[in-house]
Structures are given as C-alpha cells and as structure tokens.
C-alpha cells in the first residue's frame, strides 16, 4: 500500500515537472510540492502506526460464542473484558520517552476496544503500576490521574482492578496505608464481591494470602471465608437448616463464582504452558517460587477449597498459560504492555450464571509497527535522494550553456 502510494506521489511530481522543466520559478514550485508530499507521506505513516493500526487490529477479533444455546440462560450474556499488569512507568525508573510511547499505546489499544467491542464490564488484574509500591503520595497522585485518563469508559461500561504487588509492594513491603490508598483511589473499599447478571466475581488481595497471619493477611482470610459462607448459603438455599445456619447472610448468586487475583495459583513452573504468547523456553525451565512467582500450594488449595469457583483469571508472570486444577480452568493472562512483550493481548468472555466462553484477542505487535516505519523511512530516503538528483539533472540541463570567449 505504502509502495503504491510513492508511485503515485511520484508519478504526480514528475507530470509537474515535465510541464515546466527547468525555469527558476518552477523550481521552487517542484521543491515545495515534493516537500508537501513528503510531509503529507510522514503524516499518513505515523497516523497509521499510531492510530488506525489499533482499530485495524481489534477489529478482527470477535465475541466467543457460548456451547449452550440462549434459551438455557437466565439472562442475556455478560460481555467481560480481562486484562492485567499495565505496569506505568514512575517517576524513579520510567524515562519520559518510554512512558510517553507505552502509556499512548496502552490507551490506544484500550480505547479502540472498548469502541469496536463494547464490553459491559472491564477487569484489570493488578500491576495497574510499576512504582505503586514505592510512590511518595504527589507520584502516586500523578500516576492515578494519568491512569485514569488512558483507561477512561464510558458510563455504561464499569471498570474494576485487583490490586498487585507492584501497587502495593510484595507482602513484606505492603503497608495498611498502601493499600488503603489503592482501595480508596479505585473505590474497591466496599466491594470485594461484584455480582453482575447473576454471575459472582470474587476479587482477591493475592498479595495478602502469605499464611503468616500478619494484620492484613488475616483481614483477606477473613473476607475469603465470609465470601466462602455467602456462597455455601446461597447454594443451599433450600436446605432444611438453611434460617438457622444463613439468616443473617446476605446471599449472592448460587452458581460458581469466577475468582480474579493477580498472582497465579500454585503450580511448578510455565513448563506446561503453550501457545505463541506464553513463555520463553528459557523462562519454562525456571522454577517458580511460591508466595513470589505464584501463590503458596497451601494458599491455592484453600482457595479452590472454601471458593469452588467454576474459571481462574490471573496475572502477574506476564506471559499466557492455561492450566488445570481438577477441572477448574485457569488463565494467566500476559502484559497488556508492549514493554513487558512484544504480543500483547486481553480477554474476551462472555459469560452468564451457567456458561462461559473465552477469546483471546491480541493487539499488533511492536515488531509490525517498527517494520512499518523502518520501510517508510528506507522509501522516503531513496524518493529524497531521487528527486533531488533529479532536479539537478534538469536544471544543469536547461541552464544556459555560456558561449566561449
Ligand atoms: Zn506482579
């Protein structure tokens, strides 16, 4: 497309040329035009790499359809989106530059797919930043407001986050006030349980899951039994002794939550893990730690236990794996920053009270767009060199000759 556009461009300057060759005044008109050209060309490239390239890209992807027909669900699908660990750049270890073109591709990519997809709801899976752990309150401030501004929504769609440990520091780092400020700047304070169309979502402080009983991890122990009461309840409704034991439970709705959590639930290592996005085989080789790359088995355990939850969502090793655990599915799912990989992506589930149906959808990769421009700059550089050899020519050609003397 880029090559037909120079032939084009080309074809037009020399019908110019050819119509006024060599006066002094058509000179400067042939430079000018050229050089409009020349912007107008640059214009275009980067117009495209920077913003048509996203809606190009995201248009290709397409809703997931459900294995079960609509008749056998209670109400009209959810459509979710999930992505996870947008790692902004702070003030300590981001370089301008490098905040500037990875904050304006995150927005980018988010704003062309909430345009094009419309989901009802967003999830963003923790490491929304990459210094929350060490911010002073006037960083913090700063990168809350920009984020804000690059995941704005619309009012019909609602956006939530999980928090992680680079918002808040690992959990020897974590502090009550920390995460408190996290709470308050994303309004997650109140709800750790967001019920939607029948469909329960339970949010979990993976950070917090050390087993240690430090003040914050037994205030997360606490909401994950109080969530694991309400769900028992709200599945036994019809049980003899349900008044006695769940009276003054608020119930929620009795199918299987889906849990959202940054760090994965325990396994080995991403040997397992397959597809173009998931890890290095150099990464596959390492061993995970627990409490660090992934949650203790201890933790998962308890979790899958006291939850029974029906789907997995996690982040945090930035790279894709779907495992198992029993017949539980989970997935990790990878960076949505192209400075953590080069394919970024996100989820699409559509969901209901009874079914699930997941699609991955990947936004262009850096390589694409660095092609892109490296081609440009190759075909502007020899159109330049071109046409000023050309204009040489011309002009050494109709200048006249002086007689000798
Ligand atoms: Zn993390």
């Not at 119509?19 to 490239?45: A, H, Q």
């Not at 998962?300 to 930035?318: A, V, W």
């Not at 539980?328 to 949505?336: L, Y």
Request: aromatic fraction near 12%; charged fraction near 20%.
């Amino acid at each position: 497309m880029l090559r037909l556009l120079l032939g084009y461009l080309n074809i037009a300057h020399m019908a110019m040329l050819k119509s006024g060759l060599g006066t002094k005044k058509n000179c400067l008109l042939n430079r000018s035009v050229f050089l409009l050209k020349f912007l107008s060309f640059i214009f275009l490239v980067f117009f495209f790499c920077e913003f048509l390239v996203y809606y190009f890209v995201i248009f290709q992807c397409a809703w997931p359809e459900l294995r079960s027909t609509s008749k056998a669900h209670s109400s009209a699908p959810l459509k979710a989106m999930f992505l996870s660990d947008t790692h902004l750049l702070g003030e300590i270890r981001g370089h301008w530059f490098d905040k500037l073109r990875r904050e304006w591709q995150m927005e980018r990519a988010y704003q062309s797919a909430l345009w094009l997809l419309q989901p009802d709801i967003v999830f963003i899976l923790g490491d929304l930043f990459d210094e929350g752990k060490w911010s002073n309150p006037k960083a913090w401030e700063n990168d809350v407001s920009r984020f804000q501004s690059m995941f704005r929504h619309p009012p019909q769609t609602e956006l939530i986050v999980v928090v992680g440990n680079h918002d808040v520091g690992f959990h020897y780092e974590m502090t009550e006030y920390k995460l408190k400020r996290f709470e308050k700047a994303f309004n997650l304070t109140f709800e750790k349980v967001v019920t939607r169309k029948g469909i329960s979502f339970v949010l979990v402080n993976s950070v917090a899951l050390e087993g240690d009983g430090c003040v914050i991890c037994r205030a997360e122990e606490d909401h994950i039994l109080k969530v694991s009461r309400q769900l028992n309840c709200s599945r036994n409704k019809n049980q003899l002794e349900f008044g006695k034991k769940c009276g003054k439970v608020h119930l929620l709705p009795p199918s299987a939550p889906i849990l959202l959590q940054h760090y994965p639930l325990y396994r080995a290592s991403d040997s397992e893990c397959t597809g173009e996005d998931s890890a290095s085989p150099e990464e596959k080789q390492v061993q995970f730690i627990e409490k660090y790359d992934v949650l203790s088995q201890d933790a998962s355990e308890k979790l899958l236990q006291l939850l029974q939850p029906r789907l997995i969502l996690s982040g945090h090793t930035h790279s894709a794996c779907t495992v198992f655990h029993g017949d539980v599915p989970e997935i990790s799912i990878p960076s949505f920053s192209w400075r953590n990989r080069n394919n970024p992506s996100f989820i699409m589930g559509l969901i209901t009270a009874e079914d699930f149906a997941l699609q991955k959808c990947f936004l262009p990769t850096e390589n694409t767009v660095i092609y892109i421009y490296s081609v440009a700059s190759i075909m502007l550089l020899l159109s330049a060199v071109f046409q000023f050899a050309l204009i040489n020519t011309l002009k050494s050609f109709y200048t006249p000759k002086e007689k000798p003397v």
